[in-house]
């Protein structure tokens, strides 16, 4: 039965070494009886998931993570979820390693708040590096059981065992994990202090290898359920009406003029929130379309040409230091210090989910059933048992995937609707927002203004950076983004501002004898605001690598030689991730911006280099561009990365988040921009709000930096943070000119020719905006 | 009222009942027949989530109305494009599943059926003709690259 994959004898020896002492299976009849997990939502099924008896969700609990039932398959429950990344797939990897169980015998349940442990917001980057974590420090310990276990029953000591795909065997005899829990609980605490051994990665047989998703081939043959094929008997169809302007009130409304629509089955009024309920999808729609109602004028955001001075002048609820040394002050006021200063901007963005927002709500017996695409059930759990006055207990919110998700889009708030509509159906009622609902009402990646300062001394040498970021606040209480349906109906609900934690990265990775970054933290923002990828890490990098841009350009030294020059020193890894940088890109020294440019499209190349919250995953990158001086048309043909996120646990994975970070943030850097009058958002649509389209994709080449030995990190995000910087640096370096102002659309680019062909060689030229 | 309507839906002959004789086919699709390829992206035939073949050409089906929809048209969703009982799938999903083409894959419906069209009238295209063919065809999550990729590896296929 040895085969020849199983792990040498010394790995077991030494993982088994260590066993926990006073470690038992739950052996009780209730825990005996204990069926099968509920069932994933399998494609093809639409079911209802049968409530399931209480299982474990203490975050210390072998059980709160894993079950194995008699067959030896292997049960993950996840708190964090798969936005369309790949990370179940890498989840089940991790299990698979550590537990020594074949890939296939694991499946995950996730985002259940009835059976999954609360491990937080599926969000910056963390699916891996922490609740992978987790999990795995879970299969490491429950293996070390399951070898304790074995001992005992097989009366062949630790060291005689062989453990290979869910089976023990030693001293002729063997037992397989279905034997050994099948069915039970482990009744295990887990260590985060002192974690199980883990697998040495010399023996891995998952981790770090691309193995293909779980997910695709049903995606690709259609039968994967999203959320927007979730169904469940007797529901009904419901759409919402929103407000023509933000802060309107609904003054009157004619259901006369819906009620003859076939299929119209009732208008649900709360407030100021109104939504229609129908037997079928199309009969609601047309209900919602044609619904008449009356408003009352609101007109609370500020004209869209005046957005920066409004953010300037918005009041500071508080200012938090996030780096400071020396004495930035004085540094300035040295005399010979040549001083340059800059101020970047980034525009509101939205999310813009292809399938827009979507969700099934049930209310039975005073519970509440919702079915939706959150990354984060358990957060809004807890809305909508406040919104609702329920206890937490009474709601139940189940995560079914919907289309990719790059932060708090509209779900959440698409689940309220249901919610509310279903609760005045009497009926389970599916909502699917249209897309002006979508691109209207999810909230916003709020605008961010940033001002730079530095002083660089007579030797070039840089002797004070200072920056200060005008970012929303963040309300201390909590990551709740309020729910669209509970403001308009007037019920109760916190109310949060919860951009997410967009200080991060205003810090810089550069030791500049004098250091102040401050965040200016703003009471009010002019849209809703929530986090969108890289939520001000992108904003705050692209502001703080261009300037370091600029004095690299002042200083006439190349760019990645004096990031170099300002690093750390003992922080080898960054230094690799450049090293390999410069290889992979073939990147030639010399100061930007290149000489004598000729011609009408010139071409240039620029960098960017990010340590990802100071703290984890690092990147760099050099995007190639063309710029068109005349028509002011920029293309990117061709972007490098170099990545290091530690281990790896499916490179291939990885690559393909790196790539969708790259089209992505290179869509929201040259084009993206939400567009509003005094009253609502006015790019309701595709046409209104482009994102990049396929003649425009670059050609991406990745540099992988595997480091098995290390902990995993996030990939989810971190490679956005360093695009707009790339592509703004390689622009000025192609042309001269500097865009502080995203997105870079040609007219910018042309108000930026002309703006630098006014002025005096010498001067660093300066373009933040082209209103005239 | 409702109306018996007739079509003609992955080789099968179906009758629906309806409302609106203009109810655009995406929704007979999805809710009538349960069908799971063809997704709602905008309904403005802006994003090509919703494309199925109509007599084999790409069809944004969230904009067209039924009444132009009759059974003498040969309607085909991502669920028929391999023929029922083949040894193996349609050359381009075959493809998209080897390139890993996919992030949440809710655009992957519109990319599949798009590039199946372009592939049967234009049999070996090169790169830049794959992404003037998918210019309409919106994803959000940047899996672009991989999505050319699978559709140059599926014209291998195909070449036989
Ligand atoms: S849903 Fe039909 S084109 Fe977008
Ligand atoms: S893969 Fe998510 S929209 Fe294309």
């Known amino acids: 039965m040895t085969k020849r994959l199983i792990p040498s004898r010394r790995d077991v020896l030494k993982r088994g070494g260590a066993l926990i002492v006073g470690f038992s299976f739950a052996a009780d009849a209730a825990a005996q009886q204990r069926p099968l997990p509920p069932p994933t939502i399998r494609p093809g099924l639409p079911v209802r998931v049968p409530a399931p008896p209480a299982r474990s969700l203490d975050l210390a609990d072998v059980d709160a993570y894993l079950a194995i039932d008699i067959s030896g398959t292997c049960t993950i429950y996840s708190g964090k979820v798969d936005l369309g990344t790949g990370t179940n797939t890498a989840l089940r990897q991790i299990v698979a390693e550590e537990l020594d169980i074949r890939f296939e015998n694991t499946q995950m349940v996730t985002g259940d708040t009835q059976v999954t442990p609360d491990q937080g917001t599926t969000w910056g980057s963390l699916t891996i590096q922490v609740g992978g974590m987790q999990i795995r420090n879970a299969a490491a310990t429950a293996r070390q059981a399951l070898v304790a276990e074995a001992v005992k029953r097989l009366a062949v000591k630790a060291d005689e065992l062989f453990i290979a795909d869910g089976l023990i065997t030693g001293g002729g005899s063997r037992a397989t994990y279905g034997e050994l829990v099948g069915g039970r609980a482990f009744l295990l605490k887990l260590d985060p202090a002192n974690p199980a051994p883990t697998k040495n990665p010399r023996n891995h047989k998952f981790i770090g290898r691309s193995l293909p998703r779980e997910d695709i081939p049903s995606k690709v043959m259609a039968n994967f359920t999203y959320i927007h094929d979730f169904r469940v008997p007797n529901m009904l169809h419901g759409r919402v009406v929103r407000p023509p302007a933000i802060g309107a009130r609904l003054q009157s409304v004619d259901e006369t003029s819906v009620s003859g629509i076939p299929g119209f089955i009732k208008l649900v009024r709360e407030g100021d929130f109104l939504g229609v309920v129908a037997e079928n999808e199309w009969a609601a729609i047309r209900a919602g379309r044609e619904l008449k109602a009356t408003w009352s004028p609101s007109q609370t955001l500020p004209e869209q040409d005046k957005l920066w001075d409004h953010v300037r002048n918005t009041t500071v609820a508080a200012s938090d230091t996030t780096s400071g040394t020396g004495d930035v002050e004085k540094a300035m006021a040295t005399p010979n210090a040549r001083l340059m200063k800059a101020t970047y901007d980034f525009p509101i963005n939205t999310h813009g989910s292809i399938g827009p927002s979507c969700a099934v709500a049930e209310f039975r017996d005073g519970k509440l059933t919702s079915w939706s695409a959150s990354q984060a059930t358990h957060n809004l759990r807890k809305q909508l048992a406040t919104m609702f006055g329920l206890p937490a207990e009474s709601v139940r919110c189940i995560y079914v995937e919907g289309a990719g998700c790059y932060g708090r889009n509209g779900h959440e708030d698409a689940a309220a609707d249901a919610a509310l509509l279903a609760r005045a159906a009497g009926k389970p009622v599916r909502v699917q927002w249209s897309r002006a609902d979508e691109h209207g009402w999810d909230p916003k990646g709020p605008p961010t203004l940033i001002d730079l300062r530095a002083a660089m001394d007579d030797r070039g040498n840089v002797a004070a950076w200072d920056s200060e970021f005008f970012l929303p606040q963040q309300t201390p209480s909590g990551f709740l983004v309020p729910l669209v349906a509970a403001t308009l109906a007037g019920m109760p609900a916190e109310n949060h501002i919860a951009p997410g934690n967009i200080f991060q990265n205003s810090a810089i990775p550069y030791r500049f004898p004098n250091v102040r970054t401050v965040c200016r933290r703003l009471e009010t923002t002019p849209l809703r605001p929530s986090w969108i990828r890289t939520p001000g890490r992108m904003q705050n990098t692209f502001a703080n690598e261009c300037f370091a841009d600029e004095l690299a350009a002042v200083a006439k030294i190349d760019p990645i030689e004096f990031r170099k020059k300002y690093m750390d020193p003992a922080d080898r890894r960054g230094h690799d991730v450049l090293d390999r940088l410069m290889t992979l890109a073939k990147w030639e020294k010399r100061p930007s911006p290149q000489v004598s440019p000729e011609g009408n499209v010139l071409k240039g190349r620029g960098m960017a280099y990010c340590k990802y919250e100071l703290v984890r995953t690092y990147i760099g990158a050099v995007a190639e561009v063309e710029v068109d001086r005349v028509s002011g048309q920029i293309r990117v043909p061709k972007f490098y990365v170099v990545h290091d996120c530690g281990m790896i646990i499916n490179p291939d994975g990885v690559k393909n988040q790196i790539e969708g970070n790259v089209i992505q943030t290179m869509s929201r850097t040259l084009i993206e921009e939400v567009k509003f009058n005094r009253s609502q958002v006015t790019s309701l649509d595709w046409e209104s709000y482009p994102i990049l389209t396929f003649p425009d994709i670059p050609d991406i080449v990745i540099d992988l930096i595997s480091r098995p030995a290390e902990k995993p990190w996030g990939a989810g995000e971190p490679t956005s943070a360093v695009v707009p910087s790339a592509i703004s640096n390689a622009v000025y370096d192609a042309i001269g000119v500097r865009l502080r102002s995203a997105p870079f659309t040609p007219q910018k680019v042309k108000a930026a020719v002309s703006d630098s062909a006014l002025q005096a060689p010498d001067a660093t030229p300066s373009l933040r905006r082209s209103r005239t | ?160």
């Not at chain 2, 002959?13 to 203009?22: A, E």
């Open chain 2, 1 to 160: 009222m409702a109306i018996q309507k007739r079509l003609n839906v992955n080789g099968k002959l179906v009758v629906v009942k309806i409302d609106d004789p203009d109810m655009p086919l995406l929704y007979v699709l999805r809710d009538n027949m349960g069908l799971k390829g063809p997704k709602f992206g905008c309904g403005l035939a802006q994003c090509g989530a919703c494309t199925v073949h109509v007599e084999g050409k790409p069809v944004r089906s969230c904009v067209t109305p039924l009444s132009q929809v009759t059974d003498r048209h040969r309607v085909v969703t991502l669920e028929g494009l391999t023929p029922t009982g083949a040894r193996r799938a349609h050359p381009v999903q075959r493809a998209f599943v080897e390139e890993q083409a996919a992030q949440c894959g809710y655009c992957i419906n519109g990319m599949i059926m798009e590039s199946a069209a372009l592939l049967a009238t234009n049999k070996k295209p090169t790169e830049a003709e794959v992404k003037q063919a998918l210019a309409k065809n919106l994803c959000r999550c940047g899996t672009h690259a991989r999505i050319v990729r699978a559709v140059i590896r599926a014209s291998k296929y195909t070449q036989g």
